[in-house]
């Protein structure tokens, strides 16, 4: 397993790997990641923001899965955890903690606060949140783009949780 920076060869592979995962959940509708107009060129629309990354993990030489990090209000130091997503074959083996662990490390070094937006029907992801200190909101911040989601998530990056 490696986790490395995203590249331009990685873009089509990570977007069907998004898409994929939406669509197999009943989630390819609007107002969520699946019609996201920057899924065609991840690589460029994060190397071209500032204090944003996208990694993406590789099991034997092929791309699973990744994760973003990139800013979302960056007045008050709050970034947002983005696509988080891994294929199905590889999913429960520990990778979404890495790249969790991975992108959380870069958060904290810019930022104070991690958002993030999900579904309370993706109890998995919701728990694996919540073990990494994210704390579940009454309703989502100020600029959210995502209408579709129905739970929204803020961590304090300048605590660090018990995993």
Known sequence: MIIREMEPKDNAVV??????????????????????????????????????????VEVAGTVVGGVGIAPFDEADGVCELQKLYLTPDVQGLGLAKKLMETALDFASKHYDKCYLETQHALAPACRLYEKYGFSLLETPLQGSEHSAMDAWYLKDLRKKAVQ
């Open 15 to 56: 977007k069907e790997i998004i898409q994929h995962s939406l669509k197999s959940l009943g989630l390819d509708i609007p107002g969520t990641a699946y019609f996201d107009p920057q899924l065609d060129d991840l690589h460029h629309y994060y190397t071209h923001l500032s204090n944003a990354h996208y990694w993406v």
